[in-house]
C-alpha cells in the first residue's frame, strides 16, 4: 500500500460509524499508525478521559506506561516510531465493574488491514487480556498473571503487559517480580526497537 492508500485507510478509520448504535459516548476512533512505526502498542480500547481528548494514552496509565518503556512522551507520541492500535478505537463506555470490553467489530474490520502495513515494527506490548486473545493466540496462558510470567517465551518480538492503570495497583505490589524483572528488560528492547544504543 502506497503512502496515498495509507492516508485514505486512516480516513476511513478515523471516520467509522460501524458501532455506533453501541457506544453511548458516541463514535471517536483514537489509533496513531505510521509505516514506519518501530513498536507497536495494542491496548484495549480508549478510556473516558482519551475519548474526550482523542490523544491515546492521553492519562494517568499512559504516565506509567511511558515510565515503563523509559520514554518522553515526544517519543511516545511520535507515529513514525510508536503505533497506538488498541483492540477497539471508540471509547466503549462503562459497565458494572469498569469500562466495557472493546467493540468485537472493530478489529474484525480494521485490524488486518492495519498490521499488514506496519512492516518495520520490532516489538509488540501486548497489554491486557483482550490484546492478548488476539495477538497471543494458542500461546495464551490461563490467567492473565500466568501470561505475563511467560513473558520470556514471547520475546523478542512480543511482550504481554499488564494494563497500566492505576486500577492494578494492586496486582503490581502483589507481583514485584514484574517491577523487578520485566521492566528493565523491556526498556532494554525499547532502546533497541528504536535503534537507540549505549555504547
Known sequence: MNAAAFAALQR???????????????TRPVLQISQTARILIVGQAPGRKVHASGIPFDDASGERLRDWMGINRETFYDASRVAILPMGFCYPGTGKS???PPRPEC?????????TELRDIKLTLVIGQYAMAWHLGP???????????AWRGFLPDLL???????????????????DQEVLPVLRRI???????FDF
Open 139 to 149: 500461546c495464551l496462558k490461563p490467567t492473565l498473571t500466568e501470561t505475563v510470567q
Open 160 to 178: 504481554p503487559l499488564p494494563h497500566p492503570s492505576p486500577r492494578n495497583n494492586i496486582w503490581l505490589k502483589r507481583n514485584p517480580w514484574f
Open 190 to 196: 525499547v532502546k533497541e526497537s528504536l535503534g537507540w
Open 12 to 26: 476511513d478509520i478515523r471516520s467509522c460509524t460501524l458501532c455506533a448504535a453501541h457506544l453511548p459516548h458516541g
Open 98 to 100: 469498569g469500562d466495557l
Open 107 to 115: 478489529a474484525a474490520t480494521w485490524r488486518g488491514k492495519v498490521l
